[in-house]
């Protein structure tokens, strides 16, 4: 068992073996890349430090195994490996069907990106979650880079289908953006008064929604159309680091400005630069 778990080392290349394929990569609902190499090759060397460092940036995303071929023959014919090395992609979830090519490139970088393009895909989307509690809405955030709030209509002035239908637009928001990590909640309006207080939300009515960050205390609140185009267009901006100074109760129309925009994939969604809670630290 010692010997094992420094095999599953976390950051490390996993060590498979005819033993511990089924139990580590089959049975798993992890995303695996798996290289078939012989000692010998020298590709294969050259590969090496490449797959190890990628094991180290992928720690906790995507897993990475290595096969010895020369020791473990019948593993690389079951899979077809016909020369060495060669990477097979198991994919996330259940492992139906046989793994897929591996068809990148060799360096780190070519692997680490690979392999987040195919993990990104299986990402679950996110639950809209209702906000019960303070407590439990903290709980919700913390760790997130950005929590999405959405206040909607009491249940009195929008009935079963009304906000079943502002849900599914929320759900299929948090579809679209599920790779960023953001947190969803709502909360039925007047539900959590000292919330929307802090956030300046009920001066415009209802429904509205406001983008927080839990780690900063600073929030950003939609003054665009509640519906699919005028949500996706205010978070896409907060995607592309377009977040600054959105207009929210008690500031003058006209005076927000946009942040410098920085490409979506090089930007730290934590630190778009939101609107300050002013002074309200506990929510």
């Given at each position: 068992?010692?010997?094992?778990?420094?095999?599953?080392?976390?950051?490390?290349?996993?060590?498979?073996?005819?033993?511990?394929?089924?139990?580590?990569?089959?049975?798993?609902?992890?995303?695996?890349?798996?290289?078939?190499?012989?000692?010998?090759?020298?590709?294969?060397?050259?590969?090496?430090?490449?797959?190890?460092?990628?094991?180290?940036?992928?720690?906790?995303?995507?897993?990475?195994?290595?096969?010895?071929?020369?020791?473990?023959?019948?593993?690389?014919?079951?899979?077809?490996?016909?020369?060495?090395?060669?990477?097979?992609?198991?994919?996330?979830?259940?492992?139906?069907?046989?793994?897929?090519?591996?068809?990148?490139?060799?360096?780190?970088?070519?692997?680490?990106?690979?392999?987040?393009?195919?993990?990104?895909?299986?990402?679950?989307?996110?639950?809209?979650?209702?906000?019960?509690g303070e407590t439990?809405?903290?709980?919700?955030?913390?760790?997130?880079?950005?929590?999405?709030?959405?206040?909607?209509?009491?249940?009195?002035?929008?009935?079963?289908?009304?906000r079943k239908g502002?849900?599914?637009?929320?759900?299929?928001?948090?579809?679209?953006?599920?790779?960023?990590?953001?947190?969803?909640?709502?909360?039925?309006?007047?539900?959590?008064?000292?919330?929307?207080?802090?956030?300046?939300?009920?001066?415009?009515?209802?429904?509205?929604?406001?983008?927080?960050?839990?780690?900063?205390?600073?929030?950003?609140?939609?003054?665009?159309?509640?519906?699919?185009?005028?949500?996706?267009?205010?978070?896409?901006?907060?995607?592309?680091?377009?977040?600054?100074?959105?207009?929210?109760?008690?500031?003058?129309?006209?005076?927000?400005?946009?942040?410098?925009f920085i490409p979506?994939?090089?930007?730290?969604?934590?630190?778009?630069?939101?609107?300050?809670?002013?002074?309200?630290?506990?929510?």
């Amino acid at each position: 068992e010692e010997v094992e778990a420094r095999k599953q080392k976390s950051g490390s290349v996993v060590e498979l073996t005819d033993s511990n394929f089924k139990k580590l990569v089959l049975d798993s609902d992890e995303m695996w890349l798996v290289e078939f190499f012989a000692p010998w090759c020298g590709h294969c060397k050259n590969l090496e430090p490449h797959w190890k460092s990628a094991a180290s940036e992928l720690s906790g995303k995507v897993k990475l195994g290595a096969v010895d071929a020369t020791v473990y023959p019948d593993l690389a014919q079951k899979y077809g490996v016909q020369g060495y090395p060669t990477i097979k992609h198991f994919p996330s979830g259940v492992k139906k069907g046989g793994p897929q090519e591996y068809d990148g490139g060799r360096t780190k970088d070519d692997i680490v990106a690979w392999a987040m393009e195919r993990a990104e895909l299986n990402i679950p989307p996110p639950e809209v979650l209702q906000i019960l509690g303070e407590t439990q809405m903290k709980d919700l955030c913390e760790g997130k880079p950005l929590c999405v709030i959405s206040f909607l209509p009491h249940i009195y002035d929008c009935q079963a289908d009304c906000r079943k239908g502002y849900l599914k637009t929320l759900t299929a928001m948090g579809h679209k953006f599920k790779k960023q990590g953001w947190g969803w909640l709502w909360s039925e309006a007047t539900a959590q008064p000292e919330l929307e207080t802090a956030l300046d939300v009920g001066g415009f009515g209802y429904p509205a929604m406001v983008v927080l960050s839990a780690k900063k205390m600073k929030y950003s609140m939609l003054t665009g159309s509640f519906g699919k185009d005028g949500i996706h267009e205010f978070l896409r901006d907060l995607s592309y680091g377009k977040g600054a100074n959105e207009c929210g109760a008690g500031c003058e129309p006209g005076t927000e400005k946009d942040a410098e925009f920085i490409p979506e994939e090089e930007i730290d969604l934590s630190d778009v630069e939101l609107e300050p809670l002013d002074d309200k630290d506990e929510l």
